[in-house]
C-alpha cells in the first residue's frame, strides 16, 4: 500500500459553481486562415445555410460558421451545467505517477462522474436548448457505442422533448445497458440499420445481419429528420459547434491550472470525431497558433480506425449514404468498415475538419494504438486511480503512461494532463475480454480514399 504524504497533498481540484465560464470559445477566430467551407455535393460549390436549417436550429447554424472569438453561454445552458454539475474537477494522479516512478506530474480533468458518463452532455444540453427555444418537440440522432445517444436522451427529458436515437446493431446488442439507460429517460433506441427508413430497410435486404455503423446510423437519422415535421437531427461530434460547446471544458482547465500555478508541457486526449479533446485544449491552441505557448497536443486513436494516422486530408461526406454536404478531413473514407474494436467511440471513419486541419498543418501530433496495449493502460490506471476509464478514454491514458516512463528515463519533469472523458462501467464486457486473454488486434492495411474533389 502507498503510505502517504499523500495526506497533505490536493487531489481534486474544484471550482464553484459560479466560475462556470459565461462564453465557449471559438478557435475559428484565431486560425491563421479560414477553414475550408463544407461543400454542396452536387454542385461541389460551398453550401449556403439555408438547407441547414431544416436540420439544426438556426443558432447552431450561426455558430457553425462564426468567426467571433467568445460566443456566450446561454443562461439556461448555465443552469443546466450547473445542474449535470459543472465544473467538473481536475484531478492529480499521484498514485499513478508513484506508479510509475516518474518525475512527471499527471493531472486529468474528469468528464464521467455526470449520469451519462461521458463529456457529451455538454454540447447535449446546449443543442436540446436551442430547439426547445426554435419550438421543435422531437430531435433524432444517431450513437455509435451509445453514450452520445444516452447523453441526448438525458438531454431531451431535461428541456421536454421526444427524441429517437439510432444506434449501429453491433452495439445494440454488445451494449444493453446503454439502450435501457435511453429508454429510461424516456427516449426511443432503434438498431441500425432499421425497418424505419427506406437507407435501412435497403442495407436490410442486402444483409439482414449488417453490424452497423455510425455513418449508417447517421445517413438514418438525417432521412427520419428530413421525412418528420417538427423535427430536427443532432450530432454528436465532428461539426464545429459541437467542438465549440466542449470548450467549458478546457476554460475550467485554465481555471483551474492557474489555480495551482501549473503551465502544461503536454496535453494527451482521445479523438473519436475530435470534440472532447478539441474542447479540452483548443483555448491552449490558441495560444499555441499565436506563439504564446509552446504546448505539446497529442491525439490519441485506435490502429483499427487510423482516421488522422492513415487519412487523407480531403472532401468527404460526414455519413456513409452521402446525404451530408462534404467536409475537408482526415477520413478513411465514407464506405470504410470500423473494425468492431470496443472503443466504439473511435469508430468514425472522418475527424473534425477543426482537429484535421490542426493535424495537417503541425500544431497536433496524432498517435495510434491497438486495443490490447490500450486495456493494458486502462488497468493500470484503474488500480492506481480507481478509475474504471471508457476504452476511448484510456487509448490517452496509453500516452499519458508512455510518456511518464519517458520522463523517468531522461529525468524531466513534464506536466501532463488529459482528458479523461468517461467511465467505462458500461464496458465492462470489454475489461472481461481482456483479462480473459481474449481481446483482438485489428490493423487494416487497406484503405480506398475519397476522390470528389482534386
Ligand atoms: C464519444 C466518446 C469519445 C469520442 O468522441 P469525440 O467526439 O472524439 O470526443 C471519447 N470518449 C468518450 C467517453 C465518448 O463517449
Given at each position: 500500500m502507498f503510505v502517504s504524504d499523500?495526506?497533505?497533498?490536493?487531489r481534486a481540484i474544484f471550482l464553484d459553481q459560479?466560475?462556470?465560464?459565461e462564453s465557449w470559445y471559438n478557435i475559428q477566430a484565431d486560425l491563421p486562415e479560414p477553414l475550408p467551407p463544407p461543400l454542396d455535393?452536387?454542385?461541389?460549390?460551398p453550401i449556403s445555410p439555408e438547407p441547414l436549417f431544416r436540420l439544426f436550429p438556426k443558432e447552431l447554424v450561426a455558430q457553425e460558421v462564426s468567426t467571433g472569438r467568445w460566443i456566450k453561454i446561454p443562461e439556461e445552458v448555465i443552469a443546466a451545467y450547473r445542474w449535470l454539475p459543472r465544473p467538473t474537477p481536475l484531478m492529480r494522479a499521484y498514485r499513478l505517477e508513484r506508479y510509475l516512478d516518474t518525475p512527471a506530474k499527471i493531472y486529468f480533468k474528469w468528464e464521467g462522474a455526470n449520469p451519462a458518463g461521458s463529456h457529451k452532455p455538454n454540447t447535449a444540453l446546449a443543442q436540446a436548448y436551442y430547439n426547445w427555444r426554435e419550438g421543435v418537440e422531437r430531435i433524432v440522432t444517431e450513437t455509435g457505442a451509445g453514450q452520445w445517444g444516452s447523453a441526448v436522451a438525458m438531454s431531451a427529458a431535461y428541456f421536454g422533448l421526444k427524441a429517437r436515437v439510432y444506434m449501429a446493431a453491433s452495439s445494440y446488442r454488445q451494449k444493453p445497458g446503454r439502450k435501457i439507460m435511453m429508454e429510461v429517460w424516456g427516449a426511443e433506441c432503434v438498431s441500425s440499420p432499421?425497418?424505419?427508413t427506406e437507407f435501412g430497410r435497403k442495407l436490410l435486404e442486402r444483409?439482414?445481419?449488417?453490424?452497423?455503423s455510425l455513418g449508417i446510423a447517421i445517413s438514418e437519422a438525417v432521412e427520419d429528420t428530413l421525412t418528420h415535421e417538427g423535427t430536427h437531427y443532432c450530432l454528436g461530434s465532428v461539426l464545429n459547434h459541437v467542438l465549440l460547446h466542449q470548450t467549458v471544458v478546457g476554460l475550467e482547465v485554465k481555471k483551474q491550472l492557474e489555480e495551482v500555478g501549473e503551465e502544461p508541457d503536454v496535453m494527451v486526449g482521445n479523438i473519436g470525431g475530435g470534440s472532447n479533446y478539441g474542447g479540452f485544449c483548443l483555448p491552449y491552441v490558441a495560444e499555441r497558433i499565436t506563439g504564446k505557448n509552446d504546448v505539446e497536443f497529442v491525439a490519441c486513436e485506435s490502429k483499427a480506425v487510423?482516421?488522422?494516422?492513415?487519412?487523407?486530408y480531403t472532401y468527404d461526406f460526414g455519413d456513409t449514404a452521402g446525404v451530408t454536404p462534404l467536409l475537408k478531413m482526415l477520413t478513411l473514407g465514407k464506405d470504410y468498415r470500423t473494425p468492431?474494436?470496443?472503443?466504439?467511440?473511435?469508430?468514425?471513419?472522418g475527424m473534425a475538419p477543426i482537429i484535421s486541419w490542426l493535424i495537417v498543418k503541425g500544431y497536433m501530433r496524432s498517435v495510434a494504438y491497438a486495443q490490447r496495449e490500450v486495456f493494458e493502460a486502462a488497468n493500470i490506471f484503474a488500480r492506481t486511480e480507481g478509475i474504471i476509464p471508457a476504452p476511448e478514454t484510456a487509448h490517452g491514458i496509453k500516452y499519458v503512461i508512455d510518456e511518464a516512463r519517458r520522463c523517468k528515463q531522461s529525468g524531466e519533469r513534464k506536466t501532463i494532463v488529459f482528458n479523461?472523458?468517461?467511465?467505462?462501467l458500461l464496458d465492462l464486457s470489454a475489461y472481461q475480454a481482456y483479462l480473459s486473454g481474449q481481446m483482438e488486434n485489428w490493423e487494416p492495411t487497406q484503405f480506398n480514399y475519397p476522390n470528389y474533389t482534386n
Open positions: 499523500e495526506y497533505s497533498k490536493r459560479d466560475q462556470i465560464p455535393p452536387s454542385t461541389l460549390k432499421s425497418q424505419l444483409n439482414p445481419d449488417d453490424p452497423g487510423p482516421h488522422t494516422t492513415k487519412g487523407k468492431p474494436i470496443h472503443a466504439g467511440g473511435l469508430r468514425y471513419h479523461a472523458s468517461g467511465h467505462g
